[in-house]
């Protein structure tokens, strides 16, 4: 499989040899016995800039290059990970990870065994158009440094932080099995944080855009977010938030932007759908879920407008690629259908044993020296067929609210009690919005809460929201991800007032 | 390998900025995994790490590499002087540290590793402890860490410094068949020879015992015996938190209305102590700064700065912030007061069983999970009540009871401490890395805000 896109894989990359690595790495796998072996090389550029007001605050560039064997020797797990660019050193490691493998196969109660999938060999690229590597320090600096001073210049607001990360992951599979993949991604984050403070009280708010983090390249700044238009409007939507009513607790009518469900979708859809929490895997760290195995194909999740997939292939999202790293081609599957729970998260080894078949492709790893764990492809509420538009959900509700940008967020191990906050809250009163409210959270169970969707947006409503920093594994390990959402409507949502949670 | 500290002064040979500050780490690592009583994942990681910190006119170049071969490093040196064009000055820019170039006596000495030997008998143990719980329809899941981690600074300054971290924890949830009953247990370690895994088993075997009587709770208000990983997370979070710049910005908790800060005054029960000291016996850390950015927490220009003991809250005064030293020359701050890896919270007073024995009516609560800002003016924290906790009716455990979604804020929550217990070294749980040792707590009016269904 090729990509479509004109981009190339990074020279720096290519110059690398992993090719000799991965096949000296998996004939030492053979030779000692291993049953199943892979070989990744990852090359991962990364560069953060922070500015704080209108100060540069500080660039940090960022490469990490290694490569790591994983094998099945006496039905254990073996892994063992390598800086050293020699075929010797590539064997040497593959060797070690017998011996991790040897060592543990005593701990082991059950033999590790993978669901098949077929060898596959090409390059995948992800889409965009400018390389941010290949863009001058001194322009990304301009452009968040230019915000800053739009948003300090209108003297509604103390002070701005403003935040560019950029990555740019290279990996090479091989497998045992033939599979020979090479792959590159580029991902970009950027956002800023207002802050006003009134100096007679103490108070003070904050504001961001909540600007998705997307797999997009420079041209996201530059000419696609509107991030020039939020650094003008936020200093005086944050005076109004500050000169806002405090909410009163109690149920409201909710209409939630995607910029602000994705998150909700990312904690209560996205985390209790990977089978490896299901199974207990994650119990001691990251948790379980409630939608467990019995509950497949009965469990009504949410109301009957609810469809949610998985899939490693939207274009721009963060999650997305061409085969995982256990070399499993991209795809896309239903997790919810009309409301129903009828899909998980897979990797080879819980596919075979849980009886899916084929994988769907969840295995990833963050960085060369650690394990790959299921971890969360793109998991998307669909939007409506009908083109229903935010002003038509807004339209549907008496007396509610509208939440607009992520903020706090929060779930238990078992991913039923959750509570988040916005960026902004604007009070909806006979279909139309009557300005902002502050310090309101909503709390609910992941169940109600979905049950208690009456609508969802049509394709004009649709955002690709996501993160960068997912967090998951023992040693922990980040994923980024993206998540598409609409526009949605909820009844009867529990409010807090996070003043008064606070005892004020 | 390669011979970090000889690259660190072949990279400062070549070094043609003002400045330089050259970071080289070297980590060794083994770790395994289990779940469901038996084994999952592993891993055995040797990793270096290579950070240049270029400075051309105050302005900063940083780069840093995990893959630095000898014919790369002038080709490093130079791009990390490029990363100086075209950027502003850094605000916080101060002359380096100096030191006279001599290095200590372990400076080229091997650094240590580990490998998967540390956990010989460790393994043995678990694969019974394994087959006790099968036995007893019990289900265990956990992690076993061991780290090693030799850190290298050197500036054009002549400062020559470095330090071996060594680090390890094992943590325990026990679960019933159903999962419907589960408790959590960890400990830290160094050695992985001082550990009392049975202790540990007899804890879960204990608390799922207790937990065979089920009692459901209303949110609210409540007396609560904090265990110490259910403390350290709060104290942690309130700590990282606690930058003197962002409170002197009227940003934090810690600011004061109309501008500075709130150092001097008591904002906690007179009970409560919170200090950092790299010094402190078996819980030693990193006794200088390493910084690879600038932020209101730490300054690349303050690397080498040596730590001490910082008293953050004395007697319930807040008495500290962290401060750079940019940060302390240009507010007139007495300091730097350098973030230092470890907390601690003194505590002589009565074990847990003898807090449990006192009370009429509380809520143990075995750790916290989740921990999130909710409102930075009053940093409310939300968060859950994890893997136990217990109702306690006149100096007796009489139940299991459902989890809560709490809404707290940790200075609250230490302005609350009725009782402080006897403090230990402590395993966290939200945190990762952080050496801790924390006391239990008895609170009041802690406040669980909605139920957990969770397990």
Known sequence: MTSSNAARLDPAFTALPYEQLGDAALQRARDLGATYADFRFELIAGQTIATRDRELEAVTNTETTGYAVRLIHKGAWGFASGVDFTPDAAAATAARAIEVAATFAALNSEPVELAEEQAHTGTWISRYEIDPFQVDDAEKIDFLLGLAETALGSGKVQHMMARLMQVKECKYFAGMDGSRIAQQRVRLQSDFQAVRIDPSTGAFESMTPAAPPVGRGWEYCASQYPFARHAEEIPELLEEKMASPSVEPGRYDLVIHPTNLWLTIHESIGHSTELDRVLGYEANYAGTSFATLDKLNTLQFGSPVMNVTGDRVAEHGLSTVGFDDEGVEAQTWDIIRDGVLVGYQLNRQMALKQGFGRSNGCAFADEPGHVPLQRMPNVSLLPSETDITLEDLIGGVEDGIYIVGNNSWSIDMQRYNFQFTGQKFFRIRGGKIDGQLKDVAYQAKTTDFWNSMEAVGGPSTYVLGGAFNCGKGQPGQIAPVSHGAPAALFRGVNILNTSKEAGR | ?455
């Open chain 2, 1 to 455: 390998m390669s011979e970090i500290p000889a690259i660190l002064e072949r990279v400062l040979s070549m070094s043609k900025a003002d400045a330089c500050i050259v970071i080289g780490a070297r980590r060794s690592t083994a770790n395994v995994r289990w779940a469901n009583n038996t084994s999952t994942t592993n891993g055995l990681a040797e990793s270096e790490d290579l950070v240049i910190i270029s400075i051309i006119d105050e302005r900063v170049g940083t780069i840093a590499r995990n893959h630095f071969p000898d014919e790369q490093l002038e080709d490093l040196v130079r791009e990390s002087e490029a990363a100086c064009d075209g950027k502003p000055a850094a605000e916080d820019a101060m002359p380096l540290l100096e030191g006279d170039g001599t290095p200590p006596a372990d400076w080229s000495a091997p650094p240590a590793a580990t490998t998967l030997g540390v956990f010989r008998g460790f393994s043995e143990g678990l694969a019974d402890l394994f087959g006790r719980a099968s036995s007893t329809g019990m289900k265990l899941f956990g992690y076993a860490e061991h780290e090693t981690t030799t850190y290298w600074l050197a500036t054009s300054s002549g400062l020559r410094k470095r330090y071996t971290q060594p680090a390890g924890k094992v943590e325990i949830t026990g679960k019933s068949n159903d999962y419907l009953r589960s408790s959590w247990t960890g400990q830290v370690t160094t050695t992985f020879t001082d550990l009392d895994l049975e202790g540990m088993y007899a804890k879960l075997e204990q608390r799922l015992d207790w937990s065979k009587t089920m009692l459901k709770l209303e949110p609210g208000r409540y007396e609560v015996l904090l265990e110490p990983a259910a403390v350290a997370d709060m104290g942690l979070y309130q700590m990282y938190e606690s930058a003197a710049r962002d409170a002197d910005e009227g940003r934090t908790v810690f600011s004061k209305p109309g501008g500075g800060n709130r150092i001097g005054e008591k904002l906690m029960a007179g009970s409560v102590s919170l200090y950092s000291d790299p010094h402190e016996p078996d819980l030693e850390v990193l006794p200088f700064s390493l910084a690879m950015g600038s932020s209101s927490f730490q300054s690349v220009f303050d690397n080498g700065l040596e730590t001490g003991r910082s008293e953050w809250v004395r007697d319930g005064v807040l008495r500290a912030l962290i401060t750079t030293r940019y940060w302390a020359q240009r507010t007139g701050a007495p300091g730097p007061v350098p973030f230092v890896p470890n907390m601690i919270m003194p505590g002589d007073g009565p074990s847990l069983d003898d807090m449990i024995a006192r009370t009429k009516r509380a809520l143990l609560v075995t750790s916290f999970w989740y921990i999130r800002e909710v409102d930075p003016q009053t940093l409310l924290l939300t968060g859950l009540t994890r893997d136990g906790v217990f109702l306690i009716e006149d100096g007796e455990v009489k139940g299991a009871v459902n989890n809560f979604r709490y809404n707290m804020s940790p200075v609250q929550m230490f302005a609350n401490v009725t009782e402080v217990g006897s403090s230990v070294p402590t395993a966290t749980r939200e945190f990762e890395i952080a050496l801790c040792k924390f006391p239990a707590v008895r609170v009041r009016d802690f406040f669980m805000s909605s139920v957990s269904e969770a397990t």
